[in-house]
């Protein structure tokens, strides 16, 4: 069975400063990883993915994820928070053999950014 | 949220009534899921479809069905018998490597 886990249910930075976001993960084989945004009253945006390739992975606004393979996390990070970036963050996973089965989604992470 | 549009965005059910939740995309994707979001649980699968025609029962299955006879639409309805059917309901459909969502409908009950 897959499953995500996201230990933080809140995380505050101050703006500028940078942000981390923690995901960890279990799947029986490879994994596809997923970080999605969520604000208020509106449905979940895509930020970042990792297949394959390169650990560190690049995605919009910003924000990149670290694939650690040994300590099977993804966590999200960015170098400078923006106040614009307070939101709900999920990280999400599915098996790469399992082909188009649902993603199994972690609680969510509330990011605050302070000015 | 491009590609998928969910209807209504806001919607009230009364004691008994069965309410039918739209889910429309226009990416040619085969598979569409359902989730229900409720505040500090994250994403809960409801039901999700791989194919026209077919469909499979999620987590949280009791209260709630599904049809799949376009590939375009899945609809949800949402019965009598889900005795706690506010929440906030997302729609999504995906590709293997990418998974797309609707603006989300908040069902409340009156």
């Known amino acids: 069975a897959q499953s995500v886990a996201q230990p933080e249910d809140q995380v505050n930075v101050a703006e500028g400063n940078p942000l981390t976001v923690k995901c960890t993960y279990s799947v029986s084989g490879n994994p596809y990883l997923f970080w999605y945004v969520q604000y208020p009253n509106r449905g979940l945006q895509f930020l970042l993915k990792?297949?394959?390739?390169?650990?560190l992975v690049k995605g919009s606004y910003g924000f990149e994820a670290e694939f650690n393979k040994s300590q099977t996390s993804f966590h999200l990070k960015k170098p400078s928070a923006l106040v614009s970036d307070s939101a709900l963050y999920f990280c999400a996973v599915r098996d790469w053999n399992s082909g188009n089965t649902p993603l199994v989604f972690g609680k969510g992470t509330r990011l605050s950014v302070i000015a | 949220d491009g590609g998928i549009t969910q209807s209504p965005k806001y919607l009230f059910r009364k004691e008994g009534q069965n309410v039918t939740l739209s889910c429309e995309q226009n990416?040619?994707?085969?598979?569409m899921y359902w989730y229900r979001q409720d505040p500090g649980q994250g994403l809960r699968l409801i039901y999700y479809?791989?194919?026209?025609?077919?469909?499979q029962k999620g987590d949280i299955a009791e209260g709630y069905s599904v049809s799949r006879e376009k590939k375009e639409s899945f609809p949800l309805t949402v019965t009598s018998a889900q005795k706690n059917p506010t929440a906030f309901y997302l729609c999504?459909?995906?590709?293997?490597?990418?998974?797309?969502f609707g603006a989300g409908t908040r069902l409340s009950v009156l």
């Open positions: 479809s791989q194919i026209v025609n077919d469909f």
């Open positions: 990792y297949i394959t390739g390169d650990n």
């Open positions: 990416l040619n994707h085969d598979a």
């Open positions: 999504a459909s995906s590709t293997t490597s990418r998974c797309y």
